[in-house]
């Protein structure tokens, strides 16, 4: 066999990255609009504060995560939060395999096209070095047999996706990029699977992890089934929300695109809508809309076709759109029934083509076929569902869909008798819980409203596409009632962590907002500080109303702390110009701990939260001044550290220049908030330490489950993390009832830490 030549080795790789950059920039809802980067929102990381870098002490970290939970299972709770974040590939070269976590809708597959777009890119980007050999696939590019050689199943499973590319080149690239540690896997819809198949998957996953563990990996996975790939040593990384902020950059790039675009307009009308600088009048305010909503939403509004708001009505209406008004709505629904009962996420070319009935007429709210052209035959109908994104064919000849709710809605439709009802089970398929919750709530079936209002543990989870069914117009009324009296009396539990009855908060922030306002604020009248940060919590996203923002006054003088903080940030939520100066006069006489949460608050507001607290180091006041290095250790921007420099050697006060020294270590540290992987306890210094002191050592190899049972009940925050982090692998009973007592500790958070790893336990189906 003839060897490849170094010329035409370096000609494929490159015709091969331009083909993994031409995937990725196709693998988002609008990719036959638009590649991915004219209307990317750059995705963001949730920054991970457990346990803290060695080096970082617990005051050096934001007051805002003493006081907000950390959310990875459900990221929008924090889109309002001044959270710090961080980016994938510095998630990837910190911690090697990482799982990114988010519920279906939030972006997880732009995420992972963005990334492999950057590293097919091969150059800087952001001062960051994207140089490694990007291996990206979609789980369905997998076949059935897979080679037990994990070098053979790469090459089978890239042969299978870029078909094009010679069989030969694609063995001497992967051990090439392999043995030289210049590769990285990127592998999409894990998350997607049902429980048999992703087990399939993550098993191979988890053999090319232990061959070639230098080799970074970057999957998704669903809050609703998050087993195997964690105990592997796969880091959990929630996927940030948008801010509000991104809801504007996205629009303003769809208008830029829907002006130069060939984009299908309404047939027939004549819409206001239509003239894009008008649309964004016409939208309603997002509270907590994924990116799908969204994208839906405004795309919608600008073909001026939307029936509704809910996910249902705008899927119905992009499907009637990308279908050329040919949809017959009961066969889809077959089919994708008939494809969920397979356990399956692609569908034949028979189920789809079945579909298609040469009777049907486009309907009136439509977009007719490029040049007006009735679509003649089911084969011109495939193609037409493939240029206009809905499917995307794998190399086994199947079809699956851009996003995995338009099949879970298609089968939601059917008229069939709602499943024997699994709401509540975990581990669980996304699909088919979405389907069978829709389902359910066409066909009225009270079993599956009754399983969602079993009795609750201390430790519960509500999966995070309940709040989106129970605002459906066709959710029963009675249901909703019953509903929320439930969901309320868990908020007004003491016996229950703060931080599990924040998850509850998304139920009510789907409502109409008038009415979720009516419900915060009933909940500020409750004696119980918790349940008033709460009502605080809830009523960020609606800050912009001064009616809102003024009905939050008395809370800022509350005896309770933590109650005025969240006050604090509730109104450092808002765009008002009262807000502004209610922060601006707290940093000039608030206590200690509230000028610096404010600064902390004005760090997170860039149109003019910067400007003020470069102003503060002008200022005389001490005080003013600490707060103000404070803020800016937050401010993660090249400007913020030559300021914090330059205080640390020019400003006269030592307890200025201190804490200056302080936030710059802060604002540099390289690992702060990024997952990490994790070493063997035998070989961490600060178990080896905690060991020392209590006459033991640690046995090489073992994990010393009693001696890292004492360090979470010793008195210092940083071992107590440590120790936890550890233990989470540990499923005995003992170990969970130390996770109960931690989940109500003094500290937040280690409460905050302990809650979440219960949850993960939860949904890894161990609780």
Known sequence: MAKISENEYRKKSLALRELVLQRAQSE????ALCPLDEILIEPLLMGKPYPLPPDVAEEQIPLSYSLFPYTPDLPHISSRLPFQSVTLVDAVNSATHVALLAPGGHGKSVALAALA???????????????????????????????????????EVIGAAYPSQDARFLRSLIKQTFDAHEAILLVDGLDELDLIPYEKTAALLIKIKQ?????????????ANITLLPEAGFAL???????????????????????????????????????PDLVSHWLPDPVCQTPLEWTLMVWGYSCNDLSGQSLPELTLAYLNRVTAGCLDIEKWSQAARKMIGMGKITSDSRSISSTFNQKIKPIDNSPAPAGDTPIQ???????????????????????????????AFLAGISNTESPDCHAMQIPQWDLKALAEGLTAIRNNDQNWINAILKPVDTVFYFPAILPTLVSLQSFPSQWKGELFRHILTLITRQDLPFSMRCRLIPFIWKEKPAHSVKI??????????????????????????QQVIDSLKPMLNDHDLAVRLTAITAYSSSSLPSSLEVLMDIMIAGSEVERLFAAECLASRPQDGYSILKETLQVEDVLIKRAGVFGLSQVREDWAQDLLKSTTILDGEWLVKNAASQALEVNTHHQLYLPVPQIHPSQAAWLIEFASRQGRGIPAGKIPVELLMQAAGSKDPSHVHQALEYLASIHENKIQQLFQNCSLNENFRIQDHAVLLLILHKLRGEV
């Not at 988002?28 to 990719?31: A, D, Q, T, V």
């Not at 084969?379 to 493939?386: K, R």
């Open 237 to 275: 990384a929630g996927l940030s929300f948008w801010k509000p902020s991104d809801y504007q950059d996205w629009l303003g790039k769809w208008m830029k695109v829907w002006k130069e675009c060939d984009i299908p307009k309404t047939s027939g009308k004549d819409s206001i809508l239509q003239l």
């Open 520 to 545: 915060f604020q009933s909940l500020l009248a409750n004696p119980s500080p918790e349940v008033q940060r709460i009502a605080l919590f809830g009523l960020i996203p609606y800050a912009k109303s």
């Open 211 to 223: 061959t070639f563990p230098a080799i970074p990996i970057v999957t998704t996975l669903s809050p």
């Open 117 to 155: 777009s950057r590293y097919a890119q091969n150059k800087r980007y952001s001062n960051r070095e994207y140089n490694r050999f990007p291996f990206y696939f979609h789980v369905s590019d997998i076949s059935n047999y897979i080679d037990p050689d994990p070098m053979t199943a790469v090459a």
């Open 377 to 407: 035959n089911s084969s011109q109908y495939l193609d037409i569902l493939q240029n206009n994104g809905l499917l995307k064919r794998t190399p086994s000849g199947e079809f699956r869909f851009i996003h995995y709710f338009i099949p």
């Open 28 to 31: 988002h809802l609008l990719g």
